[in-house]
């Protein structure tokens, strides 16, 4: 590695200028969105009720490259390019010959890598004239990012945050206040979906599910209003392949190529952000493994099925073919509340379908124990989520050690925990219990799908 630098630092002119988009490259088509109601495709324009007519349009395009516009550019340039960093202290830890890197995601004002596609989103409803954007979260990283997108486009933020979250993680929700959104536990009494659901139980948890009902159903009750997605959709996908984008430019200035790209899975975005702009060299015959991590009590790469399926609990949305645990799934309260989403997304589905990108699963206390390690190695603290990714990375680098391979091991840090660190407390207590999903809840969910094929 020339110089031996730790920190692989870009500038701002490095700033990528435009999105990869994978889906000119998938040697087959996606398959499409259906409507619920013909169980025929769906035409792209049903979905600019509640979506801004560009994002529509990335949402289906088979453009290889889509221009980042200039606005957007600048504000990216607030936090980006975030660094590459090379774990050497972790590396040592570990005693394995393995090369291991990581984005660090972690340097965005709301603390993840989720204000990539929170600054797009917000500016193309702006351009359009839109009011009010209306979204769900889980652990409050979009709902955060969001809030701060929002708030340099002079747009109202809405936010149905999971209410297991909005009370695990109140100072998520205190960034959303400082940056000028409402937020509301879901779910909630102020729309139909919320009320029906609180009428059956009314201690339900929540989740990503019925959170996304919610915030669906405000936007179509308010031409205003329009609703956005934190992940699992094409659009949101090709945003955070900045990522991506530049992480291959700095793996090139270390001299270094990446032989297993890492994240941690919910609907499926920041491992799709690192790793889409890799998986293209793999397609063209490059010699690479991508390792999608999800935890065990919330399975839908590992023991889902590829299935079209509602994106929300009261099945307003389109049906999206998509490794899915059920959309009438309510997971366990895990700390990792990002990744709870009962479904995954199509692209990254598609990709593991096409043997593009393997899946593992994870337990939440081996997933603590590793984010301790890398904190106090690396130093940074991360949130629960991207702990999962930690793990894999440290797993595959401990098997290097077996076996004396030197492979480049590269991650995506999606995001600090400083606002989990009471998910810590629990931890040092003894208090957080390893959960994994019994395939009872599993079958129940999955036999309300829709049978199409």
Known sequence: MPGNEKRILLSEKDLPTAWYNLLADFPEPLPPPIHPGTKQPLDPRDLERIFAAELVRQEISS????????????IYAIWRPTPLVRARNLEKELGTPARIYFKDESHSPPGSHKPNTAVAQAYYNKKEGIRCLATET???????????????????????MVKVSYHQKPYRRSMMHVWGASVRPSPSPETDSGRAILEKDPDCPGSLGIAISEAVEVALKDDGTHYTLGSVLNHVMLHQTVIGLEAEQQMKEAGDFPDVVIGCVGGGSNFAGLAFPFVRYKIAGKDIRFVAVEPKACPSLTRGEYRYDFGDTSMLTPL?????????????????????????APMVSFGAKLGLIEAISLHQRECFEAALMFARTEGVIPAPETSHAVRAAIVEALKCKETGEEKCILFNLSGHGICDLGSYDRYFNGELEDFELPQESIRRALAELPQIG
């Open 63 to 74: 453009d290889r490259w889509i221009e980042i516009p200039e606005e957007v550019r600048r």
């Open 320 to 344: 999206l073919k998509m490794h899915t645990l059920g959309h009438s799934f309510v997971p366990a309260g895990i700390h990792a509340g990002g990744l709870r989403y009962h479904g995954m």
């Open 138 to 160: 889980g652990a409050g990283q979009w709902g955060a990012s969001l809030a701060f997108a929002c708030s340099f486009f002079d747009l109202e933020c809405k936010v149905f």
